[in-house]
C-alpha cells in the first residue's frame, strides 16, 4: 500500500481561501480511470482484484454496457480466499492465466488494486512481479485504484505512474516532449500536428497507445501536464529525472494558446512562427466559443468536486465565456501543478477541497447557481428541485482540449441552458 | 477468486438500498469507503429517481484506517438521523467495511437514536443483490411488525367484515417493470372485490409495513425479494401467500384461481378479458410465422419460468434452452426446463451464457441487458424479461409484464425484434433486390436490426473451436447458395446441413447436400 502524498500546501496569499471538508464524499473510486484506459492502451488488460461491488460499478459507471468485449474484469474475491481455504496469489495466478489464455493479443497485464484487496493487504507490486516473470510477452504491472486509496482520476495517476518505472532511460540528454495524461486520439493527433509544425519535437504521449512504443525518459524529458490530476506520475517523472513545464491545461483557446506556448518557448521558437501556426487553429476556437458566450455570459456556476478538472474548467468559463463562478469543488488541491491556473481565478470564487455533500447540497441550494456541475447521483435530484445541471463526468469521456474541441466544450456547458429555454413542459 | 466479466447481481448491500429507496421514511446508513456511492447513480440515472437514494455513507479513506472508523460511522449515523429524521433505520456494511469489522449495528446502538435501528447482516464474499435485498425485507418486517405478532398457538383472529385484505409483496426500486406490475395486480385485486392494505416494500413507510400483520392474506409477485418475508408471515400471523407469479394469460388465469379460492370471492370479475389481445393475436393467421422460432430464455428464475410457459404455449416457440443466473431459486428453472425438455443453465457466469446461446443458434433471446449485449455481438434478435435493467427497461408509457396488460405488452415486446411474416417471404424470394435486401434486416427497425451472421468460415473464435476436424467443409458453390438464404434462417440450414452431412458421412458439402438436408428437417 502506498500511503497518499501530501498534496497540499498551506494557502499563500494570493489566492482565493479554501473551503476543506470532510464527510460524505459522493465521488466515484479510482477504478472508473479503466473506462477510457482501456480503450487508450489498445494493448493492456486490466485485471480488478476486488469484490463483487467492484466489478457492479465498472459496469454501472460505464454507463451503457460497452459493446465489445471489454479489455478489464475483476477476479471477485470471496469467501475461500479470505478465509484462508484458497491461497490468494495461487488463485490471481490461476485467473490472470485464464484471462491471458482467453486474450493472447494482451501485452501488458495490469492487476488492479481495490479497497477489499488493500485492507487484506494483498500484496499485488510482488504478485505482478512474480507474474512478469513468468510469462513472456506480456507484461505484468500492479496499480492501486482503491476508493480508499484514489478519488476518481486518479485511478490514471496511479496507473501512469505505474507505467513510468517501466519508460525506458532515454539514451543521450537530449530535449524531448513528453505530453503527460490520456488524451482522445483525434486530440492527440492534432497536438502532434501543431507540434510539428512549430518544430518542437521529438514528443511521445503518455499513456501510448500500444504496450511497445513506450517513450524514453531521462534529464533531457520535458513533460507538459495534459491533465491536472496526475501529481504522482508528475513526482515519478521528476524521479527519472524529468522536468515540469510549468503551464495552465489545454482547455478552451486562451488554456490551449498558453499551453502550447509553455512549450514553444522552452523550446525557443520563434514568436512570429508561433502566431502563424496557432493564428487559424485559435481564430476557429473563439469564433465557436463566441457563439456560446451570450449563453454563459453571467450565468452563475457550481462545481461539485470530481475529476480534478474542475479549477481549470471554472477558469475557462470565468475567462474566455464571462461566467459566474460560485463555489468551486475539488477533491484535491494541487498548488503547484495548479500554479498558472490559480491566479486566473476571480478573487471572489469559493474554493472547496474535500466533500461534505449534504452541507454542499445546502450551499448549492442557496445559492441557485443558473448551471450545477456535478456527479450522476446528484445531477437528477438537483433538475427535480429546478436546477440544471451538467454531468462533470461527460467532461471526462468527451475530448475537450484543444482548439478544435473549444467549441465542443463549451457547447457542454450551455446545452442543458439550452434546452431548459427550450421545453415548454413543466 | 472468480473472473467476472459482467455481473448479473450487485453486492447484497445494493439489494438493502433496493429496499430503502423503494420505502418512504427510512434511511439507511452504509459504512463503506469512498467510490462506493456509484450505487447512487443507479436510482438517480438508471431509474430516473428524482431523489437521491435515502442512503448516507462513511465513505472512509486510507488515513481514517489508521485513526478511528467506528467514530466516523457514528458521526455518520447521527447527522444522517438529525437530517432527515427517518421513522427507522438500517445500519450495515458495505464489502470492505465487513473486512473491518466495526459493527455498525452496535455502534448505533451505543447512539440511542429516537427510532428503531435495525442492524443488516449482509455478507458480501457469499451472497448477491437479491439475497441482499430478501434478506434486508425480511428483517424490516421482523423487525417492525415482530411486536405485533400473536403468541405461538393463539388462536388466529375472526376475520375482520367487509372486502378480504391483502398486502402486495416484493415490488423494490430497480425492479424490472415493478412500478406497473403492482398498478396492473392491485387493479385486478380491486376487480375481484379484495383490497390492498399494504404495498411492500416499494412506496410503504415503516409505519406500512409495521401494519403487515392485519391483512387477510399476502400476494407475493417477486419470492427473490419477498418469499422469505411471506413465509415469516405465514407463520407469525397465520396469513397464506400466493406462489403463482402472474405473468402471461395461463398464469394470470392460475393467479386469479388461486387469489379466489385464498380470499373466498368469486374468480369471475378476475377472468374479465375484454382487454386481453394476446390469445387472439397469437391465432390470427399472421402469427403463423412464429411457429417453432427457436428462443433461448436466460432472466432471473421468475421471470425465466414465466417467460418459457408463455413461449411455448402461448406463441408456439420453440424453447432451445432455459437459465437463470439465481442459484437460489433453481429448482423451479430445473422442473420448468424438464417439462419443456431443455437443459437448464444454473449460473451467473456471463461467458458461459454466451457460449450456450452461441451453440444453441437462437433466433430469439429473450434474457437481460446482459443478453442483449450478447445478441448484439452474435446479430440475434432479443427482447428484455428480466433484471438487471439499463435506463430503457423503464419506459415512459404504463408497460407491466403481469395481468393481462403485461400479456399484450409480452406479445408486442417479443414480436417486435423479429422479421414481419410477410417481410420474411418477400425477402427469400427477392434476395438479389439490392434495395430489398436482408442485410439490412427487419424493414421496421432501422439500422439497428442490422446484423452480421457469422458466415462458415468467417466465424468467431468460439466457432473455430466447435469446428472440429472431421466437420463437413463447404464447397464455393454450397456457400452461394447458403448466402442467399434470408439471415434469419441461415444459422438453421447451416446447422441442419452440416448435422446431416456429419450423418451422411459426407466430408464435403455441395448445393445438393444442402437442399438434401432442406428436404430432411422440412417441417
Known sequence: MTSTPALVTPDSGCAPDVLRERGQREVFCGLTGIVWLHRKIQDAFFLIVGSRTCAHLMQSAAGVMIFAEPRFATAIIEERDLAGMADANEELDRVAAQVLARRPDIKTLFLVGSCPSEVIKLDLSRAAARLDAATDGVRVLSYSGSGIETTFTEGEDTCLEALVAELPEAPSEEASLLVVGA?????????????????????????????????????????????????????????RGATRISAPFPLGANGTEAWLRAAADMWGVDADLFETVIAAPRARARKALGRHHEALSGRSVFFFPDSQLEIPLARFLHEELGARLIEVGTPYLHRTHLDCELPRLPA???????????????????????????????????????????????????????????????????RPLRRRDLLRVG | MKLTVWTYEGPPHVGAMRIATAMEDLHYVLHAPQGDTYADLLFTMIERRDRRPPVTYTTFQARDLGTDTAELFKIAAQEAYDRYKPTAMLVGASCTAELIQDDPGGLATTLGLPCPVLPLELPSYQKK??????????????????????????????????????????????????????????????????????????????????????????VVLYPEIADQAARWLEKAFGQPYTKTIPIGVGATRDFVAEVAAIADVDPAAGLDERDLRLPWWSRSVDSNYLTGKRVFIFGDATHAMAAARIAVEEMGFDLVGLGAYNREFARGVRETAERYGVEPLITDDYLEVEAAIEAARPELVLGTQMERHISKRLSVSCAVISAPVHVEDFPARYAPQMGFEGANVIFDTWVHPLVMGLEEHLLGMFREDFEFSDEAGPSHLGSHGGHATPEPGQTAQADAADDADDAPIWSEDALAELKKIPFFVRGKARRNTEKHAAEQGVAQISVDTLYDAKAQYAR
Not at chain 1, 492534432?190 to 499513456?207: E, N, S, T, Y
Not at chain 1, 496526475?230 to 521528476?238: C, D, N, P, V, Y
Not at chain 2, 392491485?186 to 406500512?208: E, F, Y
Open chain 2, 129 to 218: 443483490e437479491n439475497w441482499g435485498a430478501s434478506e434486508t425485507f425480511y428483517r424490516l418486517v421482523r423487525g417492525l411488525c415482530g411486536a405485533g405478532a400473536p403468541a405461538p398457538g393463539a388462536e388466529k383472529a375472526e376475520r375482520a367484515p367487509g372486502r378480504p385484505r391483502c398486502n402486495v409483496l416484493g415490488a423494490a426500486a430497480l425492479g424490472f417493470r415493478h412500478r406497473d406490475d403492482v398498478k396492473e395486480i392491485t387493479g385486478l385485486l380491486n376487480r375481484m372485490g379484495i383490497d390492498v392494505a399494504v404495498c411492500a416494500p416499494l412506496g410503504a413507510t415503516p409505519a406500512d409495513v409495521s401494519r403487515l400483520g392485519e391483512a387477510d392474506f399476502n
Open chain 1, 183 to 239: 488524451l482522445a486520439d483525434v486530440v492527440e493527433d492534432q497536438f502532434m500536428r501543431l507540434f510539428d509544425a512549430l518544430g518542437i519535437g521529438p514528443v511521445h504521449f503518455l499513456p501510448a497507445r500500444t504496450s511497445d512504443t513506450l517513450p524514453a525518459v531521462g534529464p533531457g524529458t520535458r513533460y507538459l501536464l495534459a491533465q491536472p490530476f496526475l501529481a504522482r506520475t508528475g513526482a515519478a517523472l521528476e524521479g
Open chain 1, 348 to 414: 471572489d470564487v469559493q474554493l472547496s477541497e474535500g466533500q461534505h455533500v449534504d452541507r454542499q447540497l445546502d450551499r448549492c441550494r442557496a445559492a441557485r447557481p443558473d448551471l450545477t456541475v456535478c456527479g450522476l447521483g446528484l445531477a437528477n435530484p438537483l433538475e427535480a428541485e429546478g436546477l440544471s445541471t451538467k454531468w462533470a463526468i461527460e467532461l471526462v469521456f468527451t475530448p475537450i482540449q484543444g482548439f478544435e474541441q473549444a467549441g465542443d466544450l463549451a457547447e457542454l456547458f450551455t
